[in-house]
């Protein structure tokens, strides 16, 4: 508070004294009832309540490095107190049962390489191949037979076609030979009636030659009659047959068309034949082709799946036996975990190490962590990446929460926190007790003013603010609150000018002396006049004294 204010506070405690006890005159007590006071605005900002809670130290990461196997510890690296990085071999147990069971493994495993490249080696190449070119041939065959059925039906069509124009032959010879024969009997029936005639006079004359009756004379003169009736008759044959030619010669091409015809009909039936026994041989070679393409789907889908299955599940039993065996070799080096300072060691040199039982205990103490309890409303308020203080000694340390319980504790019906403390070090043992804060409550946006300036009443509470030069009691609703500033949820503005220091003349209805705003000195009236007076200088310092205050201090002292 600065000496202007001090003697403006002084002042108005003498006059207030004044008044009392001398009864004054009605102008000096009006001054007397004027109160100095200290005002502020209001301010708009974040309000948090932290609560404190009881917690314990543990190292983030702890670890129980516990062998996975039994057996005589040849070698041990670290003791007691070291540092220890992730990866560090620890301590070694005896490894030549292991040693010899990996041998063995790997030997099984080649066992069963070789057996797999005999077996899809060369073999299964060879009986590819002989399948793949049994089929190849099928198909060559197939398609040959296809040529050759498609060859014999054109010549089968080349055949009908030779009959087609033959029969056509045939039914104009035919025709032909119905023509000839007309010709022929037209021709051949008055040769037939002159032979006829010629006949019957040969067989008079030669009846006159035959005849006993006859005499020389008359047999001669027939004798030279039949040898002109032979000549004749020769004659009208040789007609009759000249006539005839032309329907020999029409009997002669229906025949040969005819014997023609017949020949393609045996050669068409021939190719039919032909073309029947191929398409036969055929169904036996598509039958072939399909039973061959069958047995390779067969091969490949089927059998060789199923084997390369049971090669591949012999092979992988077999480098299941290499990984069993090199793990139980692993096993028998032990290598820290995480990197961190070595706690305990239950293990040494020539001694055993027995399965399942720690023989390291290795902490991680980079990072702490720090468990406190916490009741339903405030785990409901915090989350995971709040700041917490951590206090031990004296000493506090920044922590970050990384783990709120989502289930009370049943003894305790509490939920459990978590929180992590890096760069402690040793200043943060393993298992202490720690004061642990934490903000449990919180407001944004409101009006905060200072704790001491709220009253409480009956239950009621209010404030005294300044208005028009006046002291003004005003009732509010004050909200969240710690122990320097509260909220105020009604009864004030921005601009209000709330009294923040108390004074046992803060009445209702007082004059108001503001001496100073948000902080900063106001000048009052008479301050005001004072800084226009002139400064008398003190000998030894040199400093500026105003008269006034000197006064005001005195009578104040």
């Given at each position: 508070?600065?000496?202007?204010?001090?003697?403006?506070?002084?002042?108005?405690?003498?006059?207030?004294?004044?008044?009392?006890?001398?009864?004054?005159?009605?102008e000096?007590?009006?001054?007397?009832?004027?109160?100095?006071?200290?005002?502020?605005t209001?301010?708009?900002?974040?309000?948090?309540?932290?609560?404190?809670?009881?917690?314990?130290?543990?190292?983030?990461?702890?670890?129980?490095?516990?062998?996975?196997?039994?057996?005589?510890?040849?070698?041990?690296?670290?003791?007691?107190?070291?540092?220890?990085?992730?990866?560090?071999?620890?301590?070694?147990?005896?490894?030549?049962?292991?040693?010899?069971?990996?041998?063995?493994?790997?030997?099984?495993?080649?066992?069963?390489?070789?057996?797999?490249?005999?077996?899809n080696?060369?073999?299964?190449?060879?009986?590819?191949?002989?399948?793949?070119?049994?089929?190849?041939?099928?198909?060559?065959?197939?398609?040959?037979?296809?040529?050759?059925?498609?060859?014999?039906?054109?010549?089968?069509?080349?055949?009908?076609?030779?009959?087609?124009?033959?029969?056509?032959?045939?039914?104009?010879?035919?025709?032909?030979?119905?023509?000839?024969?007309?010709?022929?009997?037209?021709?051949?029936?008055?040769?037939?009636?002159?032979?006829?005639?010629?006949?019957?006079?040969?067989?008079?004359?030669?009846?006159?030659?035959?005849?006993?009756n006859?005499?020389?004379?008359?047999?001669?003169?027939?004798r030279?009659?039949?040898?002109?009736?032979?000549?004749?008759?020769?004659?009208?044959?040789?007609?009759?047959?000249?006539?005839?030619?032309?329907?020999d010669?029409?009997?002669?091409?229906?025949?040969?068309?005819?014997?023609?015809?017949?020949?393609?009909?045996?050669?068409?039936?021939?190719?039919?034949?032909?073309?029947?026994?191929?398409?036969?041989?055929?169904?036996?070679?598509?039958?072939?082709?399909?039973?061959?393409?069958?047995?390779?789907?067969?091969?490949?889908?089927?059998?060789?799946?199923?084997?390369?299955?049971?090669?591949?599940?012999?092979?992988?039993?077999?480098?299941?036996?290499?990984?069993?065996?090199?793990?139980?070799?692993?096993?028998?080096?032990?290598?820290?975990?995480?990197?961190?300072?070595?706690?305990?060691?239950s293990?040494?040199?020539?001694?055993?190490?027995?399965?399942?039982?720690?023989?390291?205990?290795?902490?991680?103490?980079?990072?702490?962590t720090?468990?406190?309890?916490?009741?339903?409303?405030?785990?409901?308020v915090?989350?995971?990446?709040?700041?917490?203080?951590?206090?031990?000694?004296?000493?506090?340390?920044?922590?970050?929460?990384?783990?709120?319980?989502?289930?009370?504790?049943?003894?305790?019906?509490?939920?459990?926190?978590?929180?992590?403390?890096?760069?402690?070090?040793?200043?943060l043992?393993?298992?202490?007790?720690?004061?642990?804060?934490?903000?449990?409550?919180?407001?944004?946006?409101?009006?905060?003013?200072?704790?001491?300036?709220?009253?409480?009443?009956?239950?009621?509470?209010?404030?005294?603010?300044?208005?028009?030069?006046?002291?003004?009691?005003?009732?509010?609703?004050?909200?969240?609150?710690?122990?320097?500033?509260?909220?105020?949820?009604?009864?004030?503005?921005?601009?209000s000018?709330?009294?923040?220091?108390?004074?046992?003349?803060?009445?209702?209805?007082?004059?108001?002396?503001?001496?100073?705003?948000?902080?900063?000195?106001?000048?009052?009236?008479?301050?005001?006049?004072?800084?226009?007076?002139?400064?008398?200088?003190?000998?030894?310092?040199?400093?500026?004294?105003?008269?006034?205050?000197?006064?005001?201090?005195?009578?104040?002292?």
């Open positions: 508070m600065n000496r202007k204010r001090l003697a403006a506070l002084g002042l108005a405690v003498t006059l207030s004294m004044t008044a009392a006890a001398c009864g004054k005159s009605t000096e007590v009006q001054e007397a009832s004027a109160v100095a006071v200290e005002v502020l209001p301010t708009s900002r974040e309000l948090t309540v932290d609560t404190t809670y009881i917690g314990n130290v543990t190292p983030q990461e702890q670890v129980y490095v516990i062998p996975k196997t039994s057996g005589t510890v040849t070698e041990t690296f670290f003791s007691v107190g070291d540092a220890v990085q992730a990866g560090d071999v620890l301590f070694k147990i005896d490894d030549e049962a292991a040693q010899l069971q990996l041998a063995s493994a790997r030997a099984s495993y080649e066992s069963a390489q070789a057996g797999v490249t005999a077996q080696g060369g073999a299964r190449d060879l009986q590819n191949y002989q399948t793949e070119e049994q089929i190849r041939q099928l198909k060559d065959s197939l398609w040959k037979t296809d040529d050759q059925i498609d060859e014999m039906e054109d010549n089968l069509d080349d055949v009908r076609s030779g009959i087609g124009g033959l029969k056509q032959g045939l039914a104009e010879a035919q025709q032909g030979v119905v023509e000839a024969t007309e010709k022929y009997n037209t021709a051949a029936g008055p040769i037939n009636e002159q032979i006829e005639a010629v006949k019957k006079q040969i067989g008079i004359n030669q009846g006159v030659v035959d005849s006993l006859s005499s020389e004379a008359e047999k001669e003169a027939a030279i009659a039949l040898d002109e009736l032979g000549k004749k008759m020769e004659g009208l044959q040789g007609q009759l047959a000249l006539a005839r030619m032309p329907l010669a029409a009997n002669q091409t229906v025949s040969s068309l005819q014997n023609k015809i017949a020949e393609l009909n045996t050669t068409k039936t021939q190719i039919k034949s032909g073309i029947d026994q191929i398409e036969s041989s055929q169904d036996t070679i598509r039958d072939n082709l399909n039973m061959a393409e069958q047995a390779y789907s067969i091969t490949q889908n089927e059998i060789y799946p199923q084997s390369d299955a049971v090669s591949a599940s012999q092979l992988q039993a077999a480098s299941i036996g290499i990984d069993s065996a090199q793990m139980q070799l692993d096993f028998c080096t032990v290598t820290a975990p995480i990197s961190g300072i070595v706690e305990s060691v293990v040494e040199k020539n001694g055993m190490a027995a399965a399942g039982n720690p023989a390291y205990i290795i902490s991680n103490k980079e990072s702490m720090v468990t406190f309890q916490v009741a339903e409303k405030a785990k409901n915090l989350k995971e990446g709040d700041h917490v203080t951590v206090e031990r000694e004296g000493q506090t340390f920044d922590g970050v929460i990384t783990e709120i319980g989502t289930m009370t504790n049943p003894q305790t019906r509490l939920f459990q926190v978590k929180a992590a403390v890096t760069g402690a070090g040793d200043s043992p393993n298992g202490v007790s720690v004061k642990v804060s934490a903000t449990t409550e919180r407001e944004t946006g409101k009006l905060l003013i200072p704790y001491d300036a709220i009253y409480f009443t009956a239950g009621n509470a209010h404030v005294y603010c300044v208005e028009d030069g006046k002291v003004v009691k005003t009732e509010v609703t004050v909200g969240l609150m710690s122990d320097t500033e509260a909220v105020i949820e009604e009864g004030l503005t921005a601009d000018l709330v009294v923040s220091n108390w004074s046992s003349k803060l009445r209702n209805g007082v004059e108001a002396d503001i001496v100073s705003k948000n902080g900063e000195a106001v000048l009052t009236e008479s301050e005001f006049k004072e800084e226009e007076m002139p400064a008398e200088h003190t000998e030894e310092t040199g400093e500026e004294a105003p008269a006034e205050d000197a006064k005001i201090t005195e009578e104040a002292e």
